[in-house]
């Protein structure tokens, strides 16, 4: 099995400038390499780590059992405002969002994440959750799967894969990975140094997982929990999330305090880091890595 890493780990841990006795919120637990980076520098503070997904959480918690300082929240970061004042704290000194899907969801067949080898459609971030890759791609009419494959795959061939997709399941429901690659290689063939399949299926797992408007929710609840001084750093690792990240960023960072003395900024955003040349020979899952971070300047 590979090695999992956290992408940009350093780097996003330099940013968070993080005190001993500090409140540190990782949204995106996985396997707990970045919490496990927060809860070693917060010695002497807290560090609430989120998954919905309840086997990453069981795995995270093995791989972190030395630490005492981690509260895990089995919950979608979508209620972050929530569980955060739920234990009693208002303000928190950083918070990291992590948006790649987990290593381990990737490489375990029965997630239905991956478009490699032959597994059943699933994709769901949250297993408790009914609503499947399967009722995507069988439920939605074409127009619906056109929108969904353009708009979070940025598929140029959206409206000929979903009129494929349709004419395929006339005949029978399309349950299988496999299933779906074919079809969609049938429509756009093989595509030099890119799985034909990868934007696809990028973008039903989010519409499986309703992933843009819960980032939206999520950073809008972070922002308002920050203390002064206090830093959201997000990794991104495909387009439409770094546009929504940096939307959001860019928004506040226009947001100012009107003083006698003049305008004041209540944020400041950083410029976009990348992966360096030796993270990437490491682990080339990085290569599409971005960190956004945003501060917050005056309360």
Known sequence: ?????????????????????????????????????????????????????????????????????????????????????????????????????????????????????????????????????????????????ARVMFEYGDEPKSRRIAKAIVDYRERREILLNKELNDIIKSVKGFVKGKHPSKNIFQAIRIEVNNEIEVIKESLEQAINLLKKNGVIAVITFHSLEDKTVKDIFWNKKEDVEITTMGNNHKYKTSKVIYPSKEEIAINKASRSGKLRTLVKLID
Do not use: P, W
């Not at 972050?80 to 899907?101: C, F, N, V």
């Not at 990737?106 to 597994?119: A, I, P, Q, V, W």
């Open 1 to 145: 099995m590979m090695k999992h890493y956290s992408v940009l780990a350093k780097e996003t841990i330099n940013k968070l400038r993080i005190k001993s006795d500090g409140v540190y919120v990782d949204c995106t637990l996985g396997l707990g390499g970045h919490t496990k980076l927060l809860a070693a520098k917060a010695s002497n503070g807290k560090v609430i780590s989120f998954d919905q997904d309840s086997i990453a959480m069981k795995k995270a918690k093995e791989n972190l059992k030395e630490f005492s300082n981690i509260t895990f929240i089995n919950d979608n970061f979508s209620n972050l405002s929530k569980r955060i004042k739920e234990l009693g704290i208002e303000k928190i000194d950083g918070i990291i969002y992590d948006l790649g899907t987990s290593y381990y969801q990737l490489t375990d067949e029965k997630r239905g994440f991956s478009y490699h080898g032959e597994s059943k459609l699933d994709m769901r971030m949250n297993i408790d959750q009914e609503f499947t890759a399967i009722n995507v791609i069988n439920d939605y009419s074409e127009e619906e799967l």
